[in-house]
């Protein structure tokens, strides 16, 4: 796969198989374990405005055109869930300055969320909206619906404005995500975005890129002529 940065959405397979009540071949759409380069699946829920302190709703209309990371959660009234958002909010003006929208959801109510921010101190003055998944379906549609438990594995999709799936990461309950790290990999994906380059690892403002769309002939099996390690790890 070539480092392009205008990406195109992938679309899931179809796979033709038999009914065996009717004999008619019936089409069921398979899609793999990631979200990445997947458009954004279409979702409308209940939620809690914390700015406002009203119940509202979300849908991925409301995110067209934008940035987005979508953050899922295994539950209110945990441990490492109101760290993580915590730790988002107290970044809510980079994200903003970004023109990032965030939204945390979980399989609880609306009414669970709102208690959950009124009660939990380190939810004190959140600015987020908290997503209300109770039907799980879009924890299921994003692929990280622990079906037999009903709740969500700790999810988060970055989106472009063009509504692609540009990364995620998905891990299990016990350890927590980092937010320097996710403002970090934003900033290299609006960047790349807007200047067709690519981002080395690591990458940061100020830091070399890799200039895929001049220089690709040149660079093939040669990127250690263009960055070294030293430059990489700094």
């Known amino acids: 796969m070539s480092c392009d940065v205008k990406l195109k959405p992938r679309k899931p397979k ?12 019936e089409e069921k759409k398979t899609m793999s374990s990631t979200m990445v380069r997947r458009e954004m699946p279409e979702f409308e829920m209940d939620a809690f405005d914390s700015k406002t302190g009203h119940y509202t709703t979300v849908s991925s209309k409301d995110y067209e055109g934008k940035w987005v990371a ?34 945390p959801v979980s399989v609880d109510s609306k009414f669970s ?8 101190p380190v939810l004190a003055g959140l600015k987020l909206t908290m997503g209300a998944d109770t039907t799980q379906q879009v924890s299921r549609d994003f692929g990280v619906l622990i079906e037999e438990e ?8 970055l989106f472009n404005p063009s509504g692609i799936c ?9 350890v927590g995500r980092n937010v320097n790290e996710f403002l970090r990999q934003i900033e290299a994906w609006q ?7 690519v981002c080395p690892a690591g990458w940061r403002p100020g830091k070399k ?26």
């Open 14 to 25: 179809k796979n033709i198989q038999p009914n065996t009540d009717n004999n008619v071949s």
């Open 70 to 103: 979508i953050c899922f959660y295994p539950a209110d009234f945990t441990f490492v869930c109101p760290t993580e958002i915590a730790a988002m909010n107290a970044k809510y003006d980079e994200f903003q300055a970004m023109g990032v929208e965030i939204l």
């Open 113 to 120: 969320h709102k208690r959950f921010v009124e009660t939990e």
């Open 150 to 157: 009903g709740v969500a594995l700790r999810g988060r999709f």
């Open 166 to 174: 540009v990364a995620q990461e998905v891990q299990a309950d016990s």
């Open 191 to 197: 960047y790349a975005t807007e200047t067709g380059e």
């Open 209 to 234: 890129t890799l200039p895929v769309n001049t220089d690709a002939e040149k660079m093939t099996g040669r990127v250690g002529d263009y960055i070294t390690i030293e430059e990489i790890l700094s």
